[in-house]
């Protein structure tokens, strides 16, 4: 859907938090994987602080001020002719998509062992294609809707956050090299997540639940798509995380492409 301008009585300004850290950045092995998948330097993470509360109905306004916001725009890079740039305009509109985010484990992922993708203990099956010699199980099911084993996961769990960027990352980059087990793949997942997203536990039940909204945007200018690229490509993303009890928003966001353009 797409968002109006913000509207006055509810406008929310936004400044970096250049102390905040993401573990997953300084790991070693999850950036050595990134670099192996060919997302090291199109991938970034950054976050901000807002000032006013967060609901799901004020979402649009929420997104709009924050691509029409200073602080952020001057933070923003995007690709431009294979040279990363100032995102230097404000959003005239844009899309939102509303991401299920509910998952606290990693068991959602269990079936993949015992459906015919993967072999024990986590080996990928390969499987023959034409065009692509490395192609596997796992990515069939990731992508094609006619594959058996597509919902092997639920369809529900398809669009959840999790799914989406274990997804991101299974399919990489312009020249990944893709990973012959799937561990890599589920253990960068659920370092990336637990950095990404926050959880409070119930002092009764103790059961932990998430608290973040999680919201898949892409921003216009009078020119068009300008971030998180100027063409749509399924790995060309942006995700905002937002905090409603810390007022923090995470952009989290990731450019096809080829090399190692940012860190």
Known sequence: MEGDKCAFES????????????????????????????????????????????????????????????????????????????????AVSVSVEVVPCTKVSMDVFDPLYSCGVLRPPGLIVKRFHGVDPDYDELRRMLQEDECEHYFVLGREAREEFLFRLFKHLCLGGELCQYEDTVDPYIGTTKKIYKDLISVQKDPETKKVSVVSTVLKVCAKDESGRCFPGTQEEEQTFAYLIVDPFKRHVTLFDHFYGVGNFMM
């Open 11 to 90: 406008i929310f300004s936004f400044n970096t938090l250049p102390n905040k850290k993401f573990s997953f950045m300084k790991d070693n092995d999850v950036t050595a994987l990134l670099m192996k998948w060919s997302m090291l330097g199109r991938i970034s993470v950054q976050s901000y602080s807002f000032d006013h509360n967060f609901s799901s109905y004020n979402t649009n306004t929420f997104v709009q001020c924050f691509f029409r916001d200073p602080n952020v725009l001057c933070s923003l890079r995007k690709m431009d002719a294979g040279v990363w740039v100032p995102v230097d305009k404000p």
